[in-house]
Structures are given as structure tokens and as C-alpha cells.
């Protein structure tokens, strides 16, 4: 596995990681522990260096899953984990965000013992709270770090001014926000703003919650846990739109003898190289196939093709239903 660095003076990782999310909610019912703990342990013998989670997935059992997975690899591999929502007593999401400074150090100590590890790679804010200012949020990571419980500091669908106020207090390392040939916003304002500051991407559901890889359609149905039935992007109206787009992937990834989804991986990688995608998979044979995307190489025309060939398509639906927002734990 090929290498880069998230940004200019963030940390060498794998030049793609894994989003481990799904594993243990999301997208229906969570998969088999024995079987999860094998994926993530088969993507580190793949190597995979670069581990996503959040302490809201679940709540906490993606943080506990991951760190009994990785404790092998102590030393070897890099965690990013995150915090920023509310959880009640009783370890369920409730409505409402908290990045006060004390609710911040309380995440990162339960983080640090569900991980299994003495500091966290990379700590996240997972959105933006707009009733604390992004300098304390900035500030109280920053003391982790100078502590020696934290190494990086991040921020997640975070706008470009919150990036660069955050920036002047504590150097972010890396920004995490949804990245890909369905959703190019990015591409307007942050990107340009990454590239000045030195800072690196994350590109979350690079392959569009799945519907990039062809394997979706307007007759799927989605397990009555699954996300996704809430999202307008994914009504089976919008599906149906939308497959104009995943048919012209799907041409060109046969052109260059390759699978959609890796045609879409390989696009985003060639975009900058400080953009490290966290493709998510609770199959193996899918994380075989994201993997060999890093070996996909796209020439200057290839990109153009791809390119007008997506602009030729108005993707319908939002994002997210309007009430959820920023509420939302993707």
C-alpha cells in the first residue's frame, strides 16, 4: 500500500484508510464481531495504516471494536477518533451537540480506554458547535496534545472560516467532510483553503453511502435500521435520477478494465495528494476491491472524461432531510 501525508506537516498514512462506522451501526444491524474484527485485522495485513471511528458510532461500541482489533498493531497503526455529540446516561445519542472543554477531555479519556491506547492519533471535532467558539474547542485540544493524549487535531464538516479560526489557535491536521463524484462541493471553497493552510482531507462516503459502486438501484431495499431510508439523495425517486450517473461510471471503469467503485477511489485520489478517502465495507471481497484502487493510475484525460462525464449529470435529492442538518451522526 502506497503512502502519503495528510497535509504539510501531518503524518504519513496509508494513501487510503477505512471508515469503520459501519461495522457497528448506520447501515443496519452490526456485523458479526468475530467477523468484523477479521476485516479490520485483514486491511492492516493489506496495509492499511489509517483507522476511522467516533465514539457516537453506536454509541462507543465502533471505539471498542476498533480497539480490540488494533491492539496487535499498537504502534503501527494511526486512529482517528471524535467527539462533539450528546449521549445520555444510559449511552444513547440525544439531540444537540457539546464541545465544551470539559465535555471534550471527558471524550478523550473514554476514549483512550475503549481504543486501548495511551494517545489518540488524531482527535476530531465531529461538528461544529455553534454555542462554544472553535478557539476553545481549538485551545482545550490543544492542552490534550501538549498533555501527550492527543497527537493531531481535526475537524469535521467544519466550513473554511472555521477551519482557518481554528487554525490560528491549534494547527489542524486534517479536515474530515464528505468528498466525492456525488457531492464536489468541497471543491469550491475548501479545498483551496486546505492547500493554502498545509492542512490534509478526508473524504468520507467517497463512494456516495454505496450507490457509487452500482450496487444500488432504485429497488433496493434498505433494512429498516439503515440510515439511508432517511436521506432524500437516497428516496427510490432520486435513485432513479441518479443512475444516469453511476451508468457513465460504470462505462468508463469498463474502458479502463476496472469496477466502478474503484474508478471512483482512484478519481479522488488523483484530485490532491494530501486526500486520503476512508471507504467503509463490512465484506471482505469489497475491501479487497476498494484497495486495488490505489493501483488504478488515471492520465490527464481519463480525469477530463470522468469529469464532464459527471457534470453531465444533475444529481437529485438532498444530502440530508432539512431537520437533521448538522445533527445528524453520519
Not at 5 to 13: A, Q, Y
Not at 66 to 78: C, D, T
Not at 90 to 98: A, K, N, S
Not at 289 to 310: G, K, M, P, Y
Request: proline share 5%; aromatic share 6%; hydrophobic share 40%.
Amino acid at each position: 500500500m502506497q503512502a502519503r501525508k495528510l497535509g504539510k506537516n501531518g503524518p504519513e498514512v496509508s494513501v487510503l484508510g477505512l471508515g469503520c462506522m459501519g461495522l457497528s451501526s448506520v447501515y443496519g444491524p452490526a456485523t458479526d464481531h468475530g467477523e468484523a474484527i477479521r476485516l479490520i485485522r485483514t486491511a492492516v495485513e493489506r496495509g492499511v495504516t489509517l483507522f476511522d471511528t467516533a465514539e457516537i458510532y453506536g454509541p462507543f461500541a465502533n471505539e471498542l471494536l476498533v480497539g480490540e482489533a488494533l491492539e496487535p498493531f499498537k504502534g503501527n497503526v494511526f486512529i482517528a477518533t471524535k467527539f462533539g455529540f450528546r449521549i445520555d446516561s444510559e449511552g444513547r445519542q440525544v439531540p444537540g451537540l457539546d464541545s465544551r472543554p470539559a465535555h471534550i477531555r471527558e471524550v478523550a479519556e473514554a476514549s483512550l480506554k475503549r481504543l486501548r491506547v495511551e494517545t489518540i492519533d488524531l482527535l476530531y471535532q465531529h461538528r461544529v458547535d455553534p454555542a462554544v467558539p472553535i478557539e476553545e474547542v481549538a485551545g482545550t485540544v490543544g492542552e490534550l496534545i501538549r498533555e501527550g493524549k492527543v497527537r493531531h487535531f481535526g475537524l469535521s464538516e467544519a466550513s473554511a472560516a472555521d477551519v482557518r479560526r481554528a487554525h490560528g489557535v491549534q494547527p489542524v491536521t486534517a479536515l474530515q467532510s464528505e468528498y466525492s463524484l456525488w457531492w464536489r462541493e468541497p471543491e469550491d471553497e475548501i479545498l483551496p483553503t486546505l492547500e493554502e493552510l498545509g492542512i490534509g482531507f478526508v473524504p468520507f462516503s467517497p463512494l456516495g453511502r454505496g450507490f457509487l459502486t452500482g450496487k444500488i438501484d432504485e429497488t433496493t431495499q434498505f433494512d429498516s435500521s439503515d440510515f439511508r431510508n432517511r436521506l432524500p439523495r437516497f428516496s427510490a425517486e432520486a435513485r432513479k435520477a441518479n443512475q444516469s450517473l453511476v451508468d457513465v461510471l460504470t462505462a468508463l471503469a469498463a474502458q479502463k478494465q476496472v469496477t466502478s467503485a474503484q474508478l471512483a477511489l482512484a478519481w479522488l485520489l488523483a484530485q490532491k495528494p494530501w486526500i486520503v478517502p476512508i471507504p467503509g465495507t463490512t465484506k471482505l471481497r469489497r475491501l479487497e476491491e476498494n484497495l486495488r484502487a490505489a493501483d488504478v493510475t488515471l492520465s490527464l484525460a481519463d480525469l477530463r472524461q470522468i469529469e464532464a462525464a459527471a457534470d453531465s449529470v444533475t444529481v437529485q435529492g438532498a444530502r440530508y432531510p432539512e431537520d437533521l442538518s448538522r445533527q445528524i451522526s453520519r
